[in-house]
């Protein structure tokens, strides 16, 4: 396996790292803001972080173009109107499930990827669907309980699930044709516009349920989107989307293991079964892995 690809796919779990540990930051953050401020606010802390970079080509940023391509801003409007949709589906979701079961919902995009590509008539290997059902089994095991029934906001977790799969698979494309900085900046502008307005519409913000939100508003921001989105979008150039998306489900493992530790939600033998199955889905998705063609 070459160096490059090992280090994108440790990006790739680190990545869904933080996505998972964030799912605690987002239950938390709406004890003291509503579903659409918390995420309008840390949209807008990304972009604060990130738009610094809109014209640095340094370091390893070299290679990317100075200039805008043509088509950026349409493409950043439409990627940010997809993760407007699924972030907040994920966001009001979770007023109504458990960190748990949100963990796995959402992971289910690592079905949707591969099935939406075949769809589209793009090939999917064996050994890629393989992995796809190990990860899948892992995602069960680890975040439903057995006896469990379905919560009101498992529904929206769903429907976030397809949209995710959906923005999965427009990074891959877009970022090969646009410079990932600015794409990831137009997408933070247009969805954290978006969730501000609704929230000014529909939501009470008061300057001591800021503060009380402040410690989880800054994770999801700095280090959910500021950081971990970016990456996404950087390392998704070169990456097929059926493998990413194999790699991207280990955040259930840790939006569970987020719950474990600071929610008190337990894990078990049968959850750390499925966190085995997921580390295979892993090693198997990689074995002998080369990114011949990119879907």
């Known amino acids: 396996m070459q160096r490059s690809n090992l280090r994108a796919d440790l990006l790739m779990v680190l990545t869904a790292a933080i996505w998972g540990s964030t799912f605690v930051a987002q239950q938390l953050g709406m004890d003291g803001v509503g579903p659409f401020s918390y995420t309008g606010l840390r949209m807008l802390i990304g972009v604060l972080l990130i738009a610094p970079l809109w014209g640095w080509r340094g370091g390893p940023f070299a290679s990317l173009p ?65 992995a796809v059902a190990l990860a899948t089994a892992g995602l069960y095991f680890l975040s439903v309980k057995p006896g469990a029934g379905i919560a009101a906001g498992d529904w929206l977790q769903l429907g976030g699930a397809l949209l995710w799969a959906v923005h999965v698979l427009l990074v891959g494309r877009l970022t090969r044709r646009h410079d990932p900085l600015r794409l990831s900046v137009l997408q933070y502008l247009v969805a954290g516009l978006l969730s501000l307005a609704v929230a000014l519409a529909q939501e009470s913000i008061t300057w001591s349920g800021l503060q009380q939100a402040a410690g989880a508003i800054a994770w999801g921001g700095v280090l959910s989107i500021g950081v971990a989105y970016t990456l996404q979008a950087i390392v998704q150039r070169e990456a097929l989307a059926s493998h990413a998306a194999v790699i991207y489900s280990s955040e259930g493992l840790f939006s569970a293991l987020g719950g474990w530790l600071v929610l008190n939600e337990q894990i078990g033998l049968r959850g750390w079964s499925g966190a085995a199955l997921l580390l295979a889905a892993m090693l198997l998705a990689q074995w002998r892995f080369k990114p011949t063609t990119a879907a």
């Open 66 to 130: 100075v200039q805008p391509s043509r088509g950026l801003w349409g493409a950043g409007l439409l990627l940010g109107l997809v993760l407007f949709c699924a972030i907040n589906l994920q966001q009001v979701g979770l007023l109504g499930t458990s960190v748990s079961n949100a963990g796995f919902i959402t992971g289910l995009y690592v079905v949707l990827v591969p099935v939406l590509l075949r769809l589209g008539g793009t090939h999917i290997t064996r050994q890629a669907w393989i």
